[in-house]
């Protein structure tokens, strides 16, 4: 399975990993903000490389602004992020290039820092509450990387576009 992500400054990502140490839970390899939702991908890595390359170009790096603390049903707990109309564009760019694993596409997809999985609902909603707020309110975002899930949770880098190169004509 491949994702195509942004990853976090140094001190939101040390942050998260710390509370996630402290309070013994874990995300979906190390905490990322998912550009587009996990997909299988039935060609070549190097053609998978272009097409994001090229779907990448003209896509200016964006700022990132860090919510609240919320969670998703299923016993996730997620720190919210809003990407603006930015990143909406990216987003939409990227969701023709394969089927998503799931069917969280389009405009319920919600931009956010996976904290923890797999805990009982009110287990979530309990520690959702008790988290503190992000020691940063806001990152840009200069670059993407393209990964791939390797070992049912280890995300190895496979590429990193930068943000802002010009389109070609």
């Known amino acids: 399975m491949y ?47 272009r097409g994001v390359e090229g779907i990448l170009r003209g896509h200016d790096p964006f700022r990132v602004k860090l919510g609240d603390w919320r969670t998703f049903n299923s016993g996730v707990v997620y720190l919210r992020a809003y990407g603006g109309s930015a990143f909406d564009r990216l987003h939409r760019a990227l969701e023709p290039l394969a089927p998503p694993e799931a069917e969280i596409e389009g405009p319920s997809y919600i931009p956010h820092f996976t904290l923890a999985l797999g805990l009982d609902p009110e287990e979530a909603e309990a520690l959702a509450k008790k988290l503190p707020p992000p020691p940063i309110g806001s990152f840009t975002v200069k670059e993407v990387a393209l990964v791939q899930d390797v070992d049912d949770g280890e995300l190895v880098e496979i590429a990193r576009f930068p943000l802002g190169l010009p389109k070609n004509d």
């Open 3 to 49: 994702g195509i992500l942004a990853w976090p400054p140094d001190v939101l990502l040390e942050w998260m990993e710390e509370l996630q140490k402290e309070h013994g839970v874990r995300g979906y390899g190390p905490p990322h903000l998912n550009l587009r939702q996990p997909f299988r991908w039935r060609f070549s890595q190097e053609a998978l490389k």
